[in-house]
């Protein structure tokens, strides 16, 4: 028999909606193996030409993305803007919670060239658990 406790509870719930929205950011469409359209493209916009039009379509995609599979969160266009430094992007992101009504602000990393090589090592020992510094 499951006796739960206040004690027992992991994480609060702004805990939680965080790595909800990493969690989908940081999946590619077609990853999960249950629903074909959850996730980011993120890799179609990250290798492209730079351009406003190309962060014109990002944006709408993670507002898209945040809309329809994170109904914990409200979140509009206008408040999901692109961050762009060496080697690294960014986004930032200010949501309402709808489980307390509380406006929180979310800066998530989408892509870091230094995190690019780890990456890159994960995918290809993805079999392995341990991961190989470089």
């Not at 994960?122 to 991961?131: H, P």
């Amino acid at each position: 028999m499951l006796n739960l406790r206040s004690s027992d509870i992991i994480s609060d719930d702004h805990t939680s909606t965080a790595q909800n929205l990493i969690n989908l950011l940081s999946s590619e469409k077609g990853e999960l193996l249950g629903d074909p359209y959850f996730g980011v493209r993120l890799r179609r916009y990250i290798y492209d030409q730079n351009s406003p039009i190309l962060e014109g379509n990002l944006i709408d995609e993670l507002y898209t993305q945040i809309a329809a599979f994170m109904p914990q969160i409200k979140v509009e266009r206008k408040n999901i803007t692109i961050k762009r430094e060496r080697g690294k992007l960014t986004a930032h992101i200010v949501a309402t919670n709808m489980t307390d009504f509380t406006v929180n602000a979310y800066d998530i990393v989408l892509f870091s060239e230094d995190e690019k090589k780890l990456w890159l090592l994960k995918r290809i020992y993805k079999s392995q658990i341990r991961v190989i510094p470089i």
